[in-house]
C-alpha cells in the first residue's frame, strides 16, 4: 500500500542533543511537509519542499532544518537551538505543487525532551 | 499572515444531532479549501475540498461543507452525526496555487451514543 512512514513513533531526546526524524513517502508526490502539533492548537508549518532539492521555511522554522536528496524521503532535524521541542511532529504529501489536492499524512513522531 | 479561526474547540452532541462546524480564514484572494478529520488511534485524513466550482462540496461518511466568499468561510456540516463521528476536526486553507496549508486549531467532537 502507498503511504508516508514516519518513524520513530516515540522519540526521546536530551537536552543539547540533535535529532533527526524520518519522513518517506512511496507515492510519487512532489510535494513534502512538515508540521508540529502541540495540544490545544492547530498544526504549525515548521518547512516545505514542493521539488527535489529545494525547500523553504515555514513559520516556525528556527531551530529545525530539513533535506530534500530524494523525492521520497523528506527528514526533519531538530536541533539543540529548538527551545520547546517536545510536541508531535506530522509529515505530510501532496500529489502537485499547485496545492489543489489536499495532503496524505503520516502516523507521526512524538519527541519528548527528557 | 493567512490565519485559520475554528470557533468551537469542543463540541458535544447526541446521535443523530446536526452538526455544524464552523471555519472562517483571513486571505482575501483565491483559496483552496480543506477539511481534515482525525479519529481516534487514526492519521489525519481528509474529509473533503473545494477549490473551484460548486461551493457545497461533499465529502466521505455524508459530511458536506460550503463555501461563502463573502464571508470568508467555509463551514461543516452533517445531517445526523453517529457515535463513530468522534474525532478531531481541522479546517485548512491553501492561498491560491501555493501548496502549503495553514490549520486552524482544530474542533474535538465527541458523539454520545
Known amino acids: 500500500d502507498g503511504g508516508i512512514t514516519q518513524s520513530p513513533k516515540y522519540l526521546f531526546r536530551k537536552e543539547g542533543q540533535n535529532v533527526t526524524l524520518s519522513c518517506e513517502q512511496n507515492?510519487?508526490?512532489?510535494?513534502m511537509y512538515w508540521y508540529r502539533q502541540d495540544p490545544g492548537q492547530g498544526l504549525r508549518l515548521i518547512y516545505y519542499?514542493?521539488?527535489?532539492?529545494?525547500?523553504q521555511k515555514g513559520d516556525i522554522a528556527e531551530g529545525y532544518s530539513v533535506s530534500r536528496e530524494k523525492k521520497e524521503s523528506f527528514p526533519l532535524t531538530v536541533t539543540s537551538a529548538q527551545k520547546n521541542p517536545t510536541a508531535f511532529y506530522l509529515c505530510?504529501?501532496?500529489?502537485?505543487?499547485?496545492?489543489?489536492?489536499?495532503?496524505?499524512f503520516g502516523s507521526g513522531t512524538r519527541l519528548t525532551v527528557v | 499572515a493567512q490565519s485559520v479561526s475554528q470557533h468551537n474547540h469542543h463540541v458535544i452532541l447526541s446521535e443523530a444531532a446536526s452538526l455544524e462546524l464552523g471555519c472562517n480564514y483571513s486571505?482575501?484572494?483565491?483559496?483552496?479549501l480543506f477539511w481534515y478529520v482525525q479519529y481516534p488511534g487514526q492519521h489525519l485524513q481528509l474529509l473533503l475540498k473545494y477549490f473551484s466550482g460548486d461551493p457545497l462540496v461533499k465529502g466521505i461518511k455524508g459530511f458536506e461543507a460550503e463555501f461563502i466568499k463573502s464571508k470568508f468561510s467555509f463551514n461543516l456540516r452533517k445531517p445526523s452525526v453517529q457515535w463513530s463521528d468522534t474525532a478531531e476536526y481541522f479546517c485548512?486553507?491553501?492561498?491560491?496555487?501555493?501548496?502549503?496549508?495553514?490549520f486552524g486549531d482544530g474542533t474535538t467532537l465527541t458523539v454520545k451514543p
Open positions: 505530510a504529501s501532496s500529489i502537485a505543487r499547485g496545492g489543489n489536492y489536499g495532503y496524505t
Open positions: 486571505y482575501g484572494g483565491t483559496v483552496n
Open positions: 519542499s514542493q521539488i527535489v532539492n529545494d525547500f
Open positions: 485548512a486553507v491553501n492561498e491560491g496555487a501555493v501548496g502549503k496549508s495553514t
Open positions: 507515492l510519487n508526490h512532489d510535494a
